[in-house]
Structure formats: structure tokens, C-alpha cells
């Protein structure tokens, strides 16, 4: 070969590994957008079960096609508090197995698919041009990618077949043997592209035009176990500035890879027939035998290591121990910026942080209730730091969900986001009415205004009932159960109807003498900014009703 006939080969190569690339990622997300909520649902439904957190981190990693996305997310919401560190072990684990789905697409370019993958990539282009449908849209762009992941393979293949001929090339293969320096190479390409994946894929497009690395045998297994080192990178680059537990996550993902790398490092060394005994002797193509054992590779260490997952746990808190930290004023975990790549999970999140927002909010009109009640001015300065932290929360959450809007989200994660902003800002006004009820503290005290006790009874009763309603739509939030619309408006209508009683009886007081008209402005106003808050905590409800 002369040097134009070197250049033209690379060339076609990186071509082919670009559109392989871009298939893999039109593919990835837009399977992703179509499972949204599929995912979400997942990870709502994590538990103590060991094979359930194994196949929620495979499906999801199978959807999203990349460990590195699914352990960085799985970081964040350990970070958040969502995920326990033994949940996470057995998603990591389940993670590994998952990311296997793409070397075993690969591994299909012994197959001539070029009569089907081109028109697959017009025919989802078409889709997708001539498509006013979102849902098609994504339909089109998912097609069109498994389309361009076999032009990639058929690039590549083309490309390595040119090197064949070049006894140069052929000879620079054959002399890297070392053990050591292969799983190196395997860890220093993983580690510079962030993807195990990619580097697996262009393995096997090698094996499959022998291309051998080492000239055979064992040689290309290490460097698939210097790959699966390598994907942790993005997982520990992902945790720096995190919390314990998620540091705890990244060093349990190392961990759990490395141990298994070493433990197959020596047994190859120990067997240098290994693979001519087994994958290549169970399987005639040699695409085929490094992607089976890449899969039989994670499957195994799974096997092996899920029983010892509590001693993970364990030996990661031993390594990094416990900080005694202040408390931070505002709750940022809930909203780990590791979600984004998943926007179900992000907008799950920001949805539980919303929840807190809420509690936040009752916590001032709990506080500003008990200050009236017993004249104590002072609670206006707890209501007022207090609805600081809210501010800056509702900042946070608002930031967040632009973030999680510039992401591949469908139409209906569109309409959640602008459901979720107009909630955000009905939770900050509960929190303003809170700070009223302080403001009548002031006015009672300052002119020593008395109210009965049959009247402070009949106040708690209407805040009880904001509760209540508090209550039904948390759950409703939560849960989705449309069952409990029909609650929370018959709630929210008992609030409205103790409003205008306690009005009338007040009216009735005052026409009875048994009120001073000077109170009338306060104790109007209090139970008018009372029922305000049931309608706040009512809309958030029919927000989720209506979409």
C-alpha cells in the first residue's frame, strides 16, 4: 500500500466510525424518548431485590446504550437521596451487561445487511421529514439510526480489509503482546473516548477482517478487560464535588470492574488457550466470538459478585467514611445535573423536589399559625428565613427544569415542565400568604386584639383541611391516582364553605357586639388568605389532571 491508499483507509474508517456513532446515538435516544416513562417507572419501582436492581440497570442501559450514562445517572440520584448504595451496586452491575447490546449489534457485520440498512436510513429520514407527529418523528430518527450503524460496519469493514493487504500493518498487530500493555491499550482508548462501547465495536469490526491484536489467542480478551476498566472514568470524573454516597457509587462501579478484570487477567495468563478452547472453537465467526465473550465476560462477574453486593457496600464506606457537614440551606440533591441525559428520571426528580418545595411552604404557614395564636411576633424572622431557603429552592428547581427543556423531551414532557413552573410558582405563594399571617401577628399584638377560643378552634379545623388537601394531592403528585381528583376538589370546596361560615359567624359577632370592629380587618383577611392557600395547593392538582 502507498501512503495515499493508508490515508484513503483511515479516512474511511473514522468515516465509518462517525455514522456508526451517529447511528448509535439516534438509535440510543430516541429509544430512550420513546421509553420516557418506561424508565421512569423502573426506577420507581427499585427494592431490596438484588436480580430486580440487576435488570433495571440492564433494560435501562440496553435502552440508553452506554454504562458510562446509566452509572452517571445512577450517581445522581444517589447523590439525591433516591437511590440506596446497595440499589445502586446491583444496578452497576446489571449496567455492565446491559452495555453489551451494542458490541452484539456489531458483531451483525458479518451479515451483508447493506440491502437493508440503506434503505432503512432514507426510509426513517423519509419518515421523519414528511411526519408532523412527534412520536413518528422519534420513530423516523430511531430507524434511520439503525440504518447508519450497519453503513458504519460496512465503512469500517472496508477500511480493514484495505489494511490486510499491507504486511506493515499486518506485522504491527502481530507484535503487541504483552499482556500488560494490551489491557493498557484497552484502558487508555476506553478512558480517552469514554466509551467502552466504541472501542469494543471497532475490535470486533477488526477481528471480523483478521485483524488481530497480538496475533490471536487471548490477546484481544485483555484488551476488552482494559475496556471495562476504562468505563469508570465517566463515572468517577462525574462524582468529584458530589457527596459521599456518590463517590461511594463511582469507586463501587471501579471496584466491581477491576476486581473482575484481575480475576480474568490471571486466569488468562494462567490458560493462554483459553479463547482457541472455547469462544472460538464454540462459535466459526470472529466478530461473533469477542462479543459473545464480552457479554459472557459481565454476565459472569455479575454472577459472581452480586452475592457479596452488602460487602461493596461496606468496603466503599470504609474507604471513603462519613464528613460531619452543616446542613445545607438549600436542598440542591434532589437535583443532580447527572439526571439530564435521562429526562424522565430528571423530571421525576424535579417532581419529588417540587413535593419538598411544598413542605417547605406548609412549614411557614405552620410556623406563622402558631405564632398567631399565641402572639409571638417572633416567628415572623423564622417565616422569613425560612421562605429565603423557599426562594432560593424554587430558583433552583426552575433553573433545573430549563436545563432538563433543552434536552430531547417529547411534547408531553413539554407540557410537564410548563405545568411544573406554574406549580413552582404556586408553592412560592403559599409561602408569601405565610408570611401575611405573621404580618397579622404584628396587627393583633400592636392593638391587642382578642379572639375566642371557639374561634381559634374553628381556624385549626380550616388548617387541618389545607392539610388534608395537602395530603391528597402529594399523593395524586406521587402516584398519578386520578381517583383522588374527585378528594381533593370536595376539599378544597369544604375550605371554601368554612370561609364564607366563618365570615358570616364573624359578621354575626360583630352585629352581637361580641367582636371589636378593629379586628374585623385581621381576622378577614387571615381566613381569606387561609382559603387562598387551598386554591394554590388545588391548582398544582388540576395541573397533573389535565395533562
Known amino acids: 500500500m502507498d501512503i495515499w491508499s493508508y490515508i484513503r483507509a483511515v479516512l474511511c474508517l473514522l468515516g465509518g466510525l462517525g455514522a456508526f456513532l451517529m447511528g448509535v446515538t439516534a438509535l440510543s435516544d430516541n429509544t430512550e424518548k420513546l421509553s420516557n416513562s418506561k424508565i421512569k417507572s423502573l426506577f420507581n419501582k427499585t427494592s431490596k431485590s438484588r436480580l430486580a436492581g440487576v435488570g433495571i440497570g440492564t433494560v435501562t442501559t440496553a435502552v440508553v446504550q452506554s454504562s458510562g450514562v446509566t452509572t452517571v445517572m445512577i450517581v445522581g440520584l444517589v447523590n439525591a437521596g433516591i437511590l440506596t448504595l446497595f440499589q445502586a451496586t446491583t444496578m452497576i452491575m446489571g449496567a455492565n451487561i446491559g452495555t453489551t447490546i451494542t458490541a452484539q449489534l456489531a458483531s451483525l457485520q458479518q451479515f451483508d445487511f447493506m440491502v437493508i440498512a440503506l434503505p432503512l436510513t432514507f426510509i426513517g429520514a423519509l419518515i421523519n421529514m414528511i411526519s408532523k407527529n412527534d412520536k413518528r418523528k422519534t420513530v423516523g430518527y430511531l430507524i434511520a439510526g439503525l440504518g447508519l450503524i450497519f453503513v458504519g460496519l460496512d465503512f469500517m469493514s472496508a477500511a480493514t480489509e484495505d489494511f490486510q493487504h499491507s504486511k506493515e500493518v499486518m506485522d504491527l498487530f502481530a507484535t503487541i503482546k504483552n499482556p500488560f500493555l494490551l489491557l493498557f491499550i484497552g484502558f487508555a482508548l476506553t478512558a480517552l473516548t469514554q466509551s467502552s462501547s466504541v472501542v469494543t465495536s471497532v475490535l470486533i469490526v477488526f477481528a471480523g477482517n483478521g485483524l488481530i491484536v497480538g496475533g490471536g489467542g487471548n490477546s484481544v480478551l485483555y484488551i476488552i478487560l482494559g475496556t471495562n476498566i476504562g468505563s469508570c472514568i465517566t463515572a468517577l470524573i462525574s462524582s468529584v464535588g458530589a457527596g459521599e454516597n456518590a463517590r461511594r457509587a463511582s469507586l463501587i462501579h471501579l471496584m466491581f470492574n477491576t476486581f473482575g478484570s484481575i480475576i480474568f487477567f490471571i486466569f488468562f495468563i494462567c490458560w493462554p488457550g483459553f479463547m482457541d478452547a472455547t469462544f472460538a472453537r464454540w462459535f466459526p465467526a470472529a466478530e461473533t466470538q469477542v462479543a459473545m465473550f464480552h457479554t459472557a465476560f459481565n454476565v459472569i462477574c455479575t454472577l459472581l459478585f452480586l452475592p457479596f453486593a452488602d460487602g461493596f457496600v461496606k468496603l466503599s464506606r470504609w474507604i471513603i467514611r462519613d464528613k460531619k457537614e452543616e446542613t445545607k440551606a438549600v436542598p440542591n440533591g434532589f437535583l443532580d445535573e447527572r439526571m439530564l441525559n435521562t429526562p424522565g428520571i430528571a423530571l421525576d426528580a424535579a417532581g419529588k423536589a417540587m413535593l419538598h418545595l411544598l413542605d417547605m411552604s406548609y412549614e411557614s404557614l405552620d410556623m406563622s399559625f402558631v405564632g398567631f395564636e399565641k402572639k409571638d411576633v417572633s416567628s415572623a424572622e423564622t417565616v422569613a428565613e ?56 404584628k396587627r393583633v399584638v400592636k392593638d391587642g386584639l382578642e379572639f375566642s377560643p371557639y374561634v381559634n378552634s374553628k381556624l385549626e379545623q380550616m388548617l387541618e383541611k389545607l392539610h388534608a388537601i395537602k395530603k391528597l394531592t402529594e399523593d395524586f403528585v406521587s402516584a398519578g391516582n386520578y381517583a383522588l381528583i374527585g378528594d ?57 389532571k389535565d395533562l
Request: hydrophobic share 35%.
Open 488 to 544: 381533593i376538589e370536595s376539599t378544597e370546596d369544604e375550605i371554601d364553605n368554612m370561609r364564607r361560615g366563618l365570615l358570616k359567624d364573624h359578621v354575626a359577632r360583630l352585629n352581637n357586639g361580641e367582636c371589636r370592629p378593629e379586628s374585623s380587618s385581621v381576622f378577614i383577611n387571615l381566613v381569606c388568605n387561609l382559603e387562598r392557600v387551598g386554591d394554590h395547593v388545588n391548582y398544582i392538582a388540576q395541573t397533573y
Open 386 to 441: 425560612n421562605n429565603e431557603k423557599i426562594a432560593a429552592f424554587a430558583k433552583n428547581i426552575t433553573d433545573f427544569l430549563i436545563k432538563v427543556s433543552s434536552q430531547n423531551i417529547g411534547l408531553n414532557d413539554e407540557k410537564l415542565i410548563s405545568a411544573m413552573h406554574n406549580n413552582v410558582g404556586d408553592i412560592v405563594r403559599i409561602s408569601e400568604l405565610a408570611e401575611n399571617v405573621t404580618k397579622y401577628t
